[in-house]
């Protein structure tokens, strides 16, 4: 089993920054891609970042440039480092990992999610 820990999520004015991190355990693999996706209130998750265990990375158009997510192999866990928010950026974030299929889609383990809330 793999268990995902998010931490990092809380309130900030528009334009300010947050660092989100999460932490895997358990039957973790070196070639599980981690990434973060997203879920805005009223709105599907989306993908956010992803990062594989080479340093390959992925941004979604939205946060190109913003947000940069970064991995610590050793330890199973990613950062997501997020500047210049916008009350857009207000959703739930999610960590996730699993084996490369297909793309960037989604993989099998889910974090239990932490809120980022950007308003002034």
């Known amino acids: 089993q793999v268990q995902l820990v998010e931490s990092g999520g809380g309130s900030v004015q528009p334009g300010g920054s947050l660092s989100l991190s999460c932490a895997g355990s358990?039957?973790?693999?070196?070639?599980?891609?981690m990434a973060w996706y997203r879920q805005p209130p009223g709105k599907k998750r989306e993908f956010v970042a992803g990062?594989?265990?080479?340093?390959?990375?992925n941004y979604a158009d939205s946060v190109k440039d913003r947000f940069t997510i970064s991995r610590d192999n050793a330890k199973f866990v990613i950062t997501l480092q997020m500047h210049n928010l916008t009350p857009a950026d207000t959703a739930v974030y999610y960590c996730n990992t699993g084996p490369w299929r297909l793309g960037w889609g989604p993989s099998d383990y889910w974090g239990q999610g932490t809120q980022v809330t950007v308003s002034s």
């Open positions: 358990g039957n973790m693999f070196d070639y599980y891609i």
């Open positions: 990062i594989l265990s080479g340093g390959i990375t």
